[in-house]
């Protein structure tokens, strides 16, 4: 696979493209999106599903742009799929000869292609093997439902926000509206139930950031943004039965103002439909799905088992003394294990403590003196496949004090362990650092004993003098004193 990969996704609303770069064999991260809102599907349902000259032209200029962008990156290889607008269109032949002329090769997708690669992103991306995607776009939705770690079924309906606009919303019909979602939503299997839901789309992503801002949600990050249906379906019916000026004052952006009371009604009585309880919002969509689909050609569309591509990019990117930082891995992990007969962490932690050992020192590439504020941001904004908000912010969390003593007063402690454990975990990170620089760090061994408190034996045949002083000065829990054999 290139090195540097463009995807580009014509959808109903907006083209799309994003490029992304390899860093190793499954490492990448994204080097470069943009979007241009062009609508080629603009005035189509009036018009037999006919591509109207302007809207196509605005999407060629859009394209040639596009094409000038990814030349600057250096883009070796350009995949473009078209979806529904496209697909639709009588006259697509026309749009896709115009689009050769210009340099580039569209492949049109069928509806449950297009399902498969929002499946795909979400299964390889999210923190969650199992749910229910759905991906509402400007002229349909598609569905994928997700068990064991395998995607079992896909569906795709003529259903999309600029379909029940163009259709219903312009012209102030919303009963005629709702009716028409139901009646699409009937033909959707028995089967796609779940009590997860992934939101994949911009109606998604819109309706998410609402809630954010309503909730006062303390991150400002939104890929795998959670929340519980039940505490927001007044406020997706809030959205479709509103008029389009009230749709400010309920936090929707401006450019979002004239498709969402349509995804709004689509998303809510799909919800419904599904048995939803959990909403897991998906910054990743149809073109990460395109992307990885390429790139995961020959191992069976996912990552091997215990893979994080975010982890693997950053360690490509930054980490310049690996094996320190697997050494300093491994002594966590065994410090992990000396615990384990005293139960002081629950062991979901232990992935925590491994990812943060591994990678406490990546802020070395901005500024050696504040590395661990440095490591703390890093960590935090592109731990952003696979881990959820509360697991990015606890591995960041103890990178950032893994040499210094925890606040009392740590912010979104909600979403955080107990203060003791953080302490634990910390503390595990910085000594790990610390014994990493030892001749031989292998030879490490921890026994911890308990007491009135908890001694850790730290043994080794040869520790060194530097070993020595930073043990004196390294800040312990209070439960946990060291001993030096």
Request: with cysteine.
């Amino acid at each position: 696979m290139a090195k540097i990969t463009a995807v580009i996704d014509i959808g109903s609303n907006s083209i799309r493209m994003a490029i992304f770069e390899k860093t190793s064999h499954f490492g990448f991260h994204l080097l470069y999106e943009t979007k241009s809102k062009v609508r080629i599907s603009e005035s189509t349902y009036e018009h037999h599903g006919f591509l109207q000259e302007i809207p196509m032209q605005r999407a060629i200029d859009a394209l040639q742009d596009f094409l000038w962008i990814a030349k600057l990156h250096k883009v070796r290889k350009i995949l473009c799929v078209a979806t529904s607008a496209v697909r639709d269109a009588p006259n697509r032949s026309l749009f896709l000869q115009q689009a050769r002329q210009i340099g580039l090769n569209i492949k049109v997708i069928n509806g449950e292609k297009e399902a498969y690669f929002g499946a795909i992103a979400a299964l390889n991306l999210l923190p969650y093997k199992e749910g229910i995607t759905i991906d509402i776009g400007g002229g349909s939705t598609e569905c994928a439902l997700i068990q064991n770690r395998k995607i079992i079924d896909k569906i795709s309906l003529n259903l999309g926000t600029i379909r029940l606009k163009e259709l219903f919303f312009d012209k102030g019909d919303y009963k005629a509206a709702y009716a028409f979602v139901l009646e699409s939503l009937k033909t959707i299997p028995d089967h796609f139930r779940n009590a997860r839901v992934f939101g994949i789309g911009g109606t998604a992503r819109a309706l998410s950031k609402a809630i954010q801002k309503q909730t006062s949600y303390p991150l400002d990050t939104l890929h795998a943004f959670e929340y519980h249906f039940k505490d927001h379906s007044h406020f997706f019916k809030a959205i479709y039965t509103s008029t389009p000026k009230d749709l400010l004052q309920l936090n929707i952006k401006e450019d979002r103002l004239d498709s969402i009371q349509g995804g709004a009604l689509i998303f809510h009585l799909a919800l419904e439909l599904f048995e939803a309880k959990t909403i897991v919002t998906s910054g990743v969509g149809v073109r990460e799905g395109v992307f990885l689909h390429d790139l995961l050609r020959h191992h069976n569309q996912h990552f091997p088992d215990n893979f994080n591509p975010s982890v693997r990019n950053l360690k490509d990117r930054f980490i310049k003394n690996t094996q320190q930082s697997k050494t300093t891995k491994k002594l966590a992990l065994k410090l992990f294990s000396a615990q384990e007969s005293h139960n002081l962490l629950n062991p979901i932690l232990k992935n925590h403590l491994s990812i943060a050992a591994e990678l406490c020192n990546i802020g070395i590439s901005l500024n050696f003196y504040e590395k661990a504020h440095h490591s703390n941001y890093i960590l935090f904004n592109a731990l952003s496949y696979t881990l959820s908000h509360p697991d990015r912010l606890i591995i960041a969390t103890l990178v950032r004090y893994h040499n210094k003593k925890i606040p009392e007063d740590l912010p979104c402690k909600n979403l955080l362990p107990p203060l003791e454990t953080l302490q634990i975990l910390s503390f595990f990170v910085g000594l790990s650092e610390i014994l990493s620089y030892n001749q031989q760090p292998e030879l490490f061994s921890f026994n911890l004993l308990r007491g009135e408190n908890y001694t850790l034996q730290i043994s080794h045949p040869s520790p060194s003098y530097l070993v020595k002083e930073k043990l004196k000065k390294l800040i312990t829990p209070k439960i946990i004193r060291i001993k030096l054999c």
